[in-house]
């Protein structure tokens, strides 16, 4: 695979993967040596040894501007994966904390270093350039997650989360697999940019290609949860531990998106019609479905749950514009995705940092249980609140500029009729977001007199992502212009 | 550089409001001391700029303008002209009194202020935003805080139901309008939503015929515009009394400011087409909240009818896209909001007394809270529309501006004056005078000091702006000129 010499600048193009495995190692030297009172200071390790690896390649892993493909074709540097690598340190990080103080994990070692696995994979998704190291990616990714899903052994919610995840998402791979080798027939190349190339230049069966196209999407929708593929999301979330809940149904999902966006965007600009109309297609029924169930929710990671499968279709609206070709539109719909996740990301992790913060203490995830909060813990309900609302779309916080902008992309797509059903999705959302809100704000319990206490992991992760949000709903022009970086990446 | 004296007048409240919630939640008096010194002091800046703008110069004053993101053409520009200059006092002012009104809430005051603080933050953003964006962004803010201040603070027995209500109903005009506004953006092709810009766009007829209702009624749904007013009167009962100053005062201006600034401004060719239509449900509002109003027996519910009629006419003003009519709106959003807000300050005094609102349970409580009844007669005159009241200058030229365009809507239109006077001498006779009732003898006292200097500031500015129209009329003129000039000089 090698021809030439060897340039070491490649090395530095994946140097965060090569610090999060060292992490790991060292983790799980740690584990072996340390005593069993001082394993939680694990997560602190990991968290710490995550914002430092993220600090470092910030400072020196950045791509150029010209993007190139390296490791004979496996990885491709730019912009795009670099961002969504940054992404997943900082969700990984943010998981780290809300575990090290969740007591019902044993076997911290284990726990950390599955994560790290899981976040390596990730950040190879992110940039993978080729079907075969894509799916070696998306197994890394999903596989560890399986086991975290799963890991509180003792609960029986917990184990079967983990082993429902596991079935479903072995079956979806092996549909997405059974695409790839279609592609692979059909181009005769496993690399996703050479792919484009072929196919353009070779007389495929629209059909064809469109098949195997649904095949990939069985793999990716499964990822991003988007519907039908989305059964799993709301019995997962609400059996993992509440720390994973927060990692799938974010820097997971992130991540599932930033191959989404890649595949689409590279691989099939021959069939761009069809695919922006599956797209478009699967976003109403993601958006809709995933809004209306949650309406009926009343434990609060199953809310969470639908309403993240409804997050996932309002980014697929940024999907859908790209899907028209005109360059700058194209742009705006792919800055618009990176933007979205961006915030979602902050916005989701707060949310479930409280939900675990709550459960630790009180043991309930049921949104009746949340009565009186404000009046328990008013610091929690406040970022509760700003969490929420900015999961409901309303400013100044990170989630209302982040829809602002894939609606917009979707009107300047001449997508009028899709920004209006997205607008109408986020009144359902708004309505369900403050129904809970009600209930902290509003409710009274008779257990209001019993403080919530929070742990300094949590305090210092929550106050963080509080705020972030509020930073990228107000000084949104550096993430804007991160996210245009990383959309004029791709052509 | 000049002192962004806008700025500081948009975020003092936020600021405040998040110092607030600093504060340790026991220390409930010096919680109200901080909001009454941060009201007072956007008050001052806001006296400060009405007095200070050059009526002889006109246009846009106070202009700051810094990039926002400038890869999309989104900018923080602010600035002020005849329009929205009163709106600015306006609300400066019934914050300022909100405050004092609000002097006895005791659950969670530290929480009530700073809600209420975020949600004048959103209502000055609007105000005197020039930017499309901007003006969205704290729109969005001036609509969430209700929901929280309302459902907590507001009156048990509606207020989760019509809390909720409020929301969705003022978030679905919003989202509405924001397509529209998107549209604009990306038909203009300009890259800005600079609204100076914009209003150059030279959009197509069929373009701005088309979008016009969208934008327009987006935003009226917070005006009270009929057959969205459903909301408002609900929200106005189950308010607590400085929400409710805040909301039928300042509110439901911010959404017939947008609707002129948005719709009309941007959109003027869609106005022209849309107008006559537009102008029939403002009639609807205008005398069918009237007649609605005069049927309540609940003091709130007559005084929430009230506010459905009076914005009506602002509407109805809006309609007639004429000289007088527009005048009239500009003045009577200004005067609509200052009398309701004391009407609403009022009822809240009363409540608070006799622990019922039920008219007929009323009575006598001139001897009670004399000075409370004193506002509550110069409110009522306002609300007839007497002269030496602001309701006159503001309803006079709305009528005239209306019987240019349409005479048999402005016949039936000032039937509303009628109405409006006979439920406010119903209220006034059965609430103030006649006998105190047996049950409140003895367990009633007077307003407290600050309720009454809210009050008696109230009812002076009525007063001041009905005896001396050139303190604000010149003003609104210079405003009015500039959206006719964008009318194409009509």
């Known amino acids: 695979v090698f021809t030439g010499t060897f340039d070491p600048s490649i090395l530095l193009a994946i140097f965060p993967e090569i610090s999060i495995v060292v992490l790991g190692g060292l983790i799980l030297i740690l584990d072996l040596i340390l005593a069993d009172k001082y394993k939680e200071s694990l997560g602190w390790v990991t968290a710490g040894g995550l914002s430092l690896i993220l600090l470092a390649s910030l400072a020196v892993a950045r791509p150029e501007l010209e993007p190139r493909l390296i490791w004979g074709g496996m990885v491709r540097q730019d912009w795009l994966g670099f961002i969504f690598k940054m992404v997943f340190l900082f969700g990984a990080a943010v998981t780290a904390l809300f575990s090290t103080g969740y007591e019902r994990l044993e076997k911290r070692g284990e726990f950390y270093l599955l994560m790290l696995a899981s976040t390596v994979g990730m950040s190879f998704m992110a940039s993978a350039a080729d079907l075969i190291m894509l799916f070696l990616a998306i197994e890394t990714t999903s596989i560890p997650l399986y086991v975290l899903a799963g890991f509180i052994i003792r609960d029986d919610k917990s184990t079967e989360a983990g082993f429902k995840y596991l079935l479903f998402g072995a079956m979806t791979s092996s549909v997405m697999l059974y695409g790839f080798s279609l592609l692979y027939g059909f181009a005769g190349t496993t690399n996703i940019y050479e792919l484009a190339t072929r196919i353009m230049s070779g007389d495929l069966p629209v059909v064809a290609l469109s098949a195997s196209l649904l095949l990939v999407l069985v793999g990716f929708g499964f990822k991003i949860s988007a519907v039908p593929m989305h059964f799993w999301a709301p019995d997962v979330y609400e059996g993992a531990p509440t720390p994973v809940a927060g990692f799938l149904s974010t820097a997971s999902k992130a991540a599932g998106f930033a191959v989404l966006v890649r595949v689409l965007l590279v691989a099939f600009p021959a069939i761009t019609e069809q695919w922006g109309a599956i797209a478009a297609a699967i976003s109403v029924a993601t958006m809709t479905l995933g809004n209306l169930l949650a309406l009926t929710q009343s434990n609060i990671k199953r809310m969470l749950a639908y309403s993240s499968i409804a997050h996932a279709g309002y980014a697929l609206i940024g999907v859908v514009a790209v899907s028209t070709g005109v360059v700058s539109v194209t742009e705006l719909g792919v800055t618009s995705v990176v933007f979205y996740l961006i915030a979602y990301v902050i916005t989701n992790l707060a949310a479930f940092g409280v939900v675990a913060a709550f459960g630790r203490v009180t043991g309930s995830d049921e949104i009746a249980a949340y009565a009186g909060l404000s009046r328990r813990a008013p610091g929690l309900s406040l970022v509760m609140l700003v969490a929420f609302l900015s999961l409901a779309g309303m400013p100044p916080l990170g989630g209302f500029v982040a829809k602002v902008f894939v609606f917009a992309a979707a009107v300047d797509a001449g997508l009028v009729w899709l920004a209006v059903v997205g607008v109408l999705n986020s009144i359902v959302g708004l309505y369900y977001y403050m129904t809970v809100l009600k209930v902290v704000y509003l409710y009274r319990s008779e257990e209001e007199h019993v403080p919530v206490p929070l742990k300094g992991s949590y305090a210092l992760a929550l106050g963080i992502l509080a705020v972030g949000i509020l930073l990228v709903g107000t000084f949104f022009a550096p993430w804007f212009d991160w996210a245009t970086t990383a959309a004029a990446a791709m052509f | ?490």
Request: aromatic fraction near 16%.
């Open chain 2, 1 to 490: 550089m000049q002192f962004p004296i806008l700025s500081v007048i948009v975020f003092t409240p936020i600021v405040a409001g998040l110092l607030i919630l600093l504060l340790p939640e026991e220390r409930k008096t010096e919680v109200r001391m901080a909001a009454l010194a941060a009201a007072t002091f956007a008050l001052l800046l806001s006296i400060w700029v009405y007095f200070a703008y050059d009526v002889a110069a006109g246009g846009y004053q106070f202009v700051e303008k810094y990039t926002w993101l400038p890869s999309l053409g989104i900018s923080y520009h602010v600035g002020v002209d005849g329009m929205n200059t009163p709106l600015v006092l306006l609300t400066g002012v019934v914050m300022f009194t909100g405050v004092l009104i609000s002097w006895g809430i005791d659950d969670r005051p530290r929480e009530f202020f700073a809600f209420l603080f975020i949600l004048a933050t959103g209502v000055f953003g609007v105000f005197v935003a020039l930017d499309l964006f901007m003006l969205f962004f704290f729109y969005e803010i001036a609509v969430f805080p209700m929901y929280l201040l309302i459902s907590i603070w507001g009156w048990k027995v509606t207020r989760e139901y019509a809390a909720m209500k409020l929301t969705l109903y003022l978030f679905i005009g919003s989202v509405v309008a924001l397509v529209g506004a998107l549209a604009m953006y990306f038909t203009s092709g300009m890259g800005t939503f600079d609204m100076l810009a914009l209003e150059q766009a030279g959009f197509s007829p069929e373009f701005q015929r088309f979008w016009f209702p969208f934008v327009f009624l987006g935003f009226a749904v917070l005006g009270g515009i009929f057959p969205f007013h459903n909301w408002s009167p609900d929200g106005h009962v189950a308010a607590p009394t400085a929400v409710s100053m805040f909301h039928a005062g300042v509110l439901m201006k911010l959404g017939a400011f947008a609707a002129l600034r948005v719709g009309v401004m941007l959109l003027p060719e869609g106005a022209k087409a849309h107008m006559w239509w537009i102008i029939l449900l403002a009639l609807v509002n205008v005398v069918y909240g009237a007649f609605i109003a005069s049927v309540q027996t609940d003091f709130k519910y007559v005084i929430g009818f009230s506010s459905v009629s009076h914005m009506g006419l602002v509407m109805m003003g809006f309609a007639t896209l004429s000289s007088n009519g527009l005048l009239g709106s500009g003045v009577q959003m200004f005067s609509h909001g200052i009398m309701t807000a004391l009407f609403f300050a009022v009822v809240g005094i009363v409540y608070d007394q006799a622990h019922t609102r039920e008219i007929p349970k009323l009575g006598g409580f001139s001897r009670v809270v004399p000075v409370a009844t004193f506002a509550f007669i110069v409110g009522g005159l306002v609300s007839m529309g007497m002269p030496g009241f602001s309701g006159f200058i503001a309803e006079f030229p709305i009528f005239m501006g209306v019987w240019r365009t349409y005479p048999w809507i402005a016949i039936v239109a000032v039937i509303s004056i009628v109405i409006t006077a006979s439920y406010i001498i119903r209220v006034v006779g059965k609430v103030f005078f006649g006998q105190l009732p047996d049950e409140f003898q003895g367990h009633t006292h007077d307003a407290t000091p600050l309720d009454k200097v809210a009050l008696l500031l109230l009812s002076a500015i009525l007063i001041i702006v009905g005896v001396f129209p050139s303190v604000m009329v010149p003003l609104v003129q210079s405003g009015v000129d500039n959206v006719l000039r964008l009318m194409g000089g009509a």
